[in-house]
């Protein structure tokens, strides 16, 4: 996953995986404002990319399913029928919170930042001191109205960069195919290969009258982005160069080995099991509500998707024996320190205080899951976070945490005006009721005071009471949230508030939810100073063995290039590289999530292929395999040619590459991409938007 600056001293490698680029054009490919990245944006946790002229964008079907469940009714289901128009008027909004940064400027920022650390006493002071400094580098950015801004670190804290964005507030659904195209094969086939779906959609960005980015108003005005991609011309093929181009949010590559070792044995079998047991509940408290059913879609298919990846994660450390590789690399390095001497010493000093950090931040790490949950959950949610809103409006803004600056009051209140469509309260009582269960199943010496005090028991009526309580709170309607929006804290620490189920629980878990906060600021603050040093180690010892090193991903914009390439699977089977339509007419079966929209089966039928077919295969191309390298929020990611034109939408990888956010194997590797031709295919032949086709500049004839 490398910074598009790094491209330049991969030119060899480059050229080695097929990639014809000279070196201008290494050099606009290396420019995250120039083409083709500068039509690549960061879509709430996935990542898009203009593909018109007038602001269209690209993205996965499921990184549109918050604006697919807003917008559906119990008459009008847009996740099972599909959505598309016919003109702009037509555009629904995705919601108040949903955003795209379109990147303006990047400033590196290093001197700055250490010279700020370096000067700080301890551990506390140092955080303080970094808060303060990208508070303030934050705001000056921030000062010409429009713009985002946000603080980088790469290689463990070696290097910052500040870049400002344009914040573009009005996001807009244009299109999503039906759910039999654009989620074919459903969790079954989650993280599996061969694939057939079509996870596509598009959305379409909006400013005022003049321009400028400003909320969602019925007469703004399309975005004109500066770059946009093109479809491309040329058919995509076995072995050809593909470079890929996105947002991912975290990989953990460069982890300590016991972190690794903790995640595996307890985090991801853990929380696995969690999300199981809620999907389950939530699946059938919906079963006989439709509308509360697509309400919670996205948030069950999150659940079931992270539970599959963690758990297929788990059974490939087992089988590929990450933990002693792991192990067996961070060995090689504290071999190497130590024959450095006394040069070694500071790295080796380093690596230690990390491994006791992470055993201090393991300590209570049952309890802090099971509250954190608990005040992420309905009525509790909305209480925790006006509570903490009222606390934090007490300070100067300047030293309030995230979220709760002046500058975020928009998405502060948009948050709890649109909850009540994002939420049901029978629902919410369920997956209260689980987590209250796990909290009275605690040990005694985990549990906390007040908590205890506020929930009044370990029994089952205890709990019962709890939700009952929680049941009646002020807090479940639009209006009475309204009221304590900007109410100050002594209004929610009185008699009479205590006495609401939610604000009850807030008041009570505040005091502990903010210590766990200062826990992990503090030991922030200790591997703000040691991360640096071991990983500058790191690079120096792969350096030394001829590896170039990359950051890990910390949601900023990364490149990943390959080939369009099969593998074998564990068991022996070799892979082609491609899957063709008529292989979704086989596995259709008429029920969900293998139930195929009869349109589509038609035009299979039919061979009704709209000059789209590809002569090697016979077929319109479905899915492709090639082996980039992808990390959660690099769904929607374009796929590009070595012309950086689109070829593909990124939306999976194979179960082989599971683990591959703690350590890359490209032998396994393999990132799963919708082939651009079957997007048009659909959008020509199946459901059709020839106003969008005509609009990215494709004939609507598909030749």
Same mark, same amino acid.
């Given at each position: ?495 009479? +508030? ?90 259709? +079966? ?28 016979? +077929? ?14 690099? +769904? ?68």
């Amino acid at each position: 996953m490398w910074m598009p600056s790094q491209l330049p001293e991969l030119a060899s490698a480059l050229k080695q995986s097929g990639a014809r680029a000279n070196a201008k054009q290494l050099g606009q490919w290396a420019d995250p404002k120039g083409d083709p990245l500068g039509a690549v944006v960061p879509l709430g946790g996935c990542t898009a990319s203009f593909v018109s002229s007038k602001g269209l964008l690209l993205t996965n079907h499921h990184c549109a399913l918050g604006a697919i469940a807003l917008n559906s009714t119990g008459q009008r289901n847009l996740l099972r029928d599909g959505f598309k128009t016919g003109t702009n008027n037509e555009e629904v909004s995705a919601g108040p919170n949903a955003r795209i940064y379109v990147l303006d400027s990047v400033q590196d920022v290093t001197a700055k930042v250490q010279s700020a650390l370096s000067a700080a006493a301890d551990p506390a002071a140092r955080m303080a001191a970094l808060d303060a400094l990208e508070k303030q580098l934050v705001s000056e950015c921030e000062r010409t109205p429009g713009y985002g801004c946000r603080l980088y670190s790469y290689f463990g804290g070696n290097r910052f960069e500040l870049q400002r964005s344009l914040e573009i507030r009005d996001l807009r659904l244009v299109y999503a195919p039906p759910e039999g195209i654009g989620n074919f094969g459903g969790e079954n086939d989650n993280w599996m290969w061969p694939r057939h779906t079509g996870d596509f959609a598009f959305y379409r960005a909006y400013v005022g009258k003049d321009g400028r980015p400003a909320p969602y108003a019925i007469d703004n005005i399309p975005y004109q982005p500066k770059r946009w991609l093109k479809i491309a011309d040329k058919p995509l093929g076995a072995g050809d160069f593909v470079m890929l181009a996105g947002f991912p949010s975290l990989t953990n590559r460069y982890a300590m080995a016991d972190d690794f070792q903790a995640n595996a044995e307890w985090t991801y079998p853990t929380v696995a099991a969690h999300y199981k047991r809620l999907a389950a509940l939530v699946e059938a408290e919906t079963r006989k509500n439709p509308q509360a059913q697509a309400k919670y879609a996205p948030t069950v298919r999150g659940w079931l998707g992270a539970a599959k990846n963690y758990e297929s994660q788990i059974e490939s450390f087992r089988r590929a024996g990450t933990a002693q590789l792991k192990r067996n690399e961070e060995n090689e390095l504290l071999e190497w320190l130590r024959g450095k001497g006394a040069a070694g010493q500071p790295a080796l000093d380093a690596h230690a205080r990390l491994v006791e950090l992470g055993n201090q931040a393991r300590a209570e790490r049952d309890r802090d899951l099971i509250l954190g949950q608990l005040a992420a959950t309905g009525a509790l949610w909305n209480a925790t976070q006006l509570y903490r809103g009222a606390i934090e409006r007490a300070k100067p803004d300047a030293q309030r945490e995230s979220g709760f600056h002046d500058r975020d009051r928009g998405a502060y209140e948009n948050g709890f005006k649109q909850f009540d469509r994002r939420s049901d309260v029978r629902v919410d009582r369920q997956v209260l009721g689980y987590w209250l269960h796990e909290y009275v199943k605690l040990g005694k010496e985990h549990r906390v005071a007040a908590i205890d005090q506020w929930l009044d028991g370990d029994d089952e009526k205890a709990i019962k009471r709890a939700l009952d309580r929680i049941g009646k709170s002020r807090l479940l309607g639009v209006e009475q949230r309204a009221g304590w929006l900007n109410a100050e804290r002594a209004s929610f620490e009185s008699k009479d +508030s205590l006495k609401d189920g939610a604000v009850g629980f807030a008041v009570a878990a505040m005091p502990i939810l903010l210590q766990m906060e200062q826990e992990i600021r503090a030991r922030a603050g200790e591997t703000v100073a040691a991360r640096p040093v071991y990983l500058k180690a790191l690079a120096d010892f792969r350096k030394s063995v001829g590896r170039i090193a990359y950051p890990d991903a910390n949601g900023s914009l990364r490149l990943s290039y390959g080939t369009v390439t099969a593998y074998t699977k564990d068991n022996g089977a070799k892979q082609l590289p491609f899957t063709r339509v008529e292989e979704i007419a086989a596995r259709h +079966s008429g029920a969900a999530p293998f139930a195929a929209p009869q349109p589509l089966l038609g035009a299979i039928s039919a061979k009704r292929y709209g000059a789209l077919a590809d002569k090697r295969l016979e +077929s319109v191309p479905v899915n492709f395999l090639a082996d980039l390298d992808i990390s959660g929020g690099n +769904s929607g990611s374009p796929v590009l040619d070595g012309q950086g034109k689109l070829v593909g939408i990124a939306f999976d990888s194979n179960w082989e590459s599971v683990s591959s956010s703690w350590l890359f194997d490209p032998a396994a590797t393999r990132t799963i991409s919708v082939d651009q031709r079957y997007m048009r295919w659909v959008m020509q032949e199946v459901f059709p938007a020839p106003r969008l086709l005509a609009e990215m500049g494709v004939p609507a004839s598909g030749r």
